[in-house]
């Protein structure tokens, strides 16, 4: 029996050395294809940052004629701006619909697909349609003036900040959603009957019972949607006018006045407000003890 025993564990020995490089070779394509499709592009993107004029480098000139500056400035206080309102109005309208859509009622696969809608279809189609749609000569402005008569002239929407909001919202509100959704479904319905058992009021269930559990859900719904606000790029290039966020701003920097060096700066410091923020609700989700996303 001791020596069965001993063989048995010589030749587990034996595979688990071989297995290891044998997984090593399966990573293998993973890693070549992420340092070609990723790590490369974001490596070569910092390098860039630091080349000055005629080659001149490494150097930090393109990072404070950016951030120094008051284009560059305004440029992060608009898109700021823009992600901070679109996402307090998505994640605003996204609670009530997850509760509505937490019952069972006819017509709530079609409401889920509706929600779904502008995941499913691609940004570009969705900017233009959504162009189409509150343009001057639109179908929402033709309804509201010829139709029921509410307003005398054309509702001032494409090409203003209140319109990209708005665009921003119907874009990028089903990541919010989705991730609201799955932590209401997450929640025991025994919890919140509990609470109506013992008396509170509907309102104060919600607050003090499901408010709180649903909290992690709410902040990655809307780290969700703030990350996707601020790396716009196909709405405001085409609903914008001329208000650039910083994505649209860095496209224009490097294909119109073609500075690769300073619009790779600007790059690098969107990619930096990005990181720290998920990085911020990393710390913030693991030190209040919540496991959602």
């Not at 969700?224 to 609903?239: H, N």
Request: net charge positive.
């Amino acid at each position: 029996m001791r020596t069965l025993g001993a063989e048995l564990g010589s030749s587990r020995r034996r595979w688990s050395l071989l297995a290891a490089p044998v997984w090593a070779l399966g990573l293998l394509p993973l890693l070549l294809f992420l340092a070609a499709a990723f790590y490369f592009p974001v490596l070569y993107t910092i390098v860039e940052s630091l080349q000055g004029k005629a080659g001149v480098g490494p150097t930090l000139a393109n990072y404070t004629s950016f951030v120094a500056s008051r284009a560059g400035l305004d440029t992060l206080a608009l898109t700021l701006f823009l992600s901070i309102a679109a996402t307090i109005l998505a994640v605003g309208f996204c609670l009530p619909l997850g509760l509505a859509l937490r019952r069972r009622f006819r017509g709530k696969q079609a409401i889920l697909f509706l929600t779904m809608l502008p995941i499913i279809i691609p940004t570009l189609v969705g900017a233009l349609g959504l162009l189409i749609l509150y343009d001057r000569t639109g179908w929402l402005n033709f309804f509201l003036v010829h139709v029921l008569h509410v307003v005398h002239e054309p509702l001032l929407i494409d090409y203003t900040i209140p319109g990209l909001v708005l665009f921003y919202v119907w874009m990028f509100f089903p990541y919010g959603a989705l991730v609201i959704l799955s932590g209401l479904s997450a929640i025991d319905p025994a919890l919140e009957e509990a609470g109506r058992v013992m008396g509170a009021p509907p309102l104060v269930v919600f607050r003090r019972i499901l408010l709180p559990l649903l909290r992690p859900s709410l902040l990655a719904g809307a780290i969700l949607i703030f990350v996707q606000c601020f790396g716009a790029f196909s709405v405001p290039l085409i609903a914008g006018g001329n208000y650039q966020p910083i994505a649209v701003r860095i496209y224009t920097v490097a294909t119109v006045f073609l500075d690769w060096n300073r619009a790779s700066a600007m790059a690098v410091v969107m990619g930096i407000i990005q990181c720290v923020l998920v990085i911020a609700y990393q710390r913030a989700n693991r030190a209040g003890g919540s496991t959602t996303l």
